[in-house]
């Protein structure tokens, strides 16, 4: 979904590209990954570019811990991306504003990616038995 030929392309090397280097390829510019990244990572990046070791992802993550949906998140846009993917596809829609939630709600505003939370949370409750299970926010600490 945001690692495939219409948001990566894979045929140029982390040497030559004009976009965020996912580590499969370049991001192209319409990508979600790409928006994901200028919007949310571009504020930061200074300072992410100077992490170096698990203390300093931990540091990173402790002084900008509202804008990661976990700490894992924090540890790259790529871990970032795939984090809030499956927090927007478990959880409701946020209300409040943190920038965590609004990486939440820029996945909303993506309809294909609507389509896929509504397919995933259909699949989910029909073939794991979860039909009597509500799905709901995923609570942390924002």
């Known amino acids: 979904m945001s690692l495939n030929i219409s948001q990566v392309d894979a045929t140029i090397d982390e ?3 004009s976009h965020y280097f996912t580590g499969e390829g370049c991001a192209r510019a319409n990508s ?3 928006k994901f990244h200028n919007k949310f990572w ?8 100077k992490v170096e070791s698990d203390e300093d992802v931990s540091a990173f993550y402790e ?8 700490d894992y998140a924090a ?6 991306f795939a ?9 409701d829609k946020p209300g409040n504003t943190s920038i965590a939630n609004q990486k939440l709600l820029f996945m909303h505003q993506q309809e294909e990616l609507v389509k896929l939370r509504d397919h995933i949370r259909t699949e989910l ?3 794991l038995s979860l039909k009597s299970i509500h799905i ?3 609570p942390w600490k924002r």
């Open 15 to 17: 040497n030559s590209f």
């Open 32 to 34: 979600y990954f790409y």
């Open 42 to 49: 571009e504020p930061i990046w200074h300072e992410f570019i």
């Open 63 to 70: 002084k900008h811990s509202t804008q990661f949906v976990s």
């Open 75 to 80: 540890t790259n846009p790529g871990e970032d």
């Open 83 to 91: 984090e809030t993917f499956a927090t927007f596809v478990m959880a």
């Open 125 to 127: 409750k029909a073939n």
């Open 136 to 138: 709901s926010r995923i």
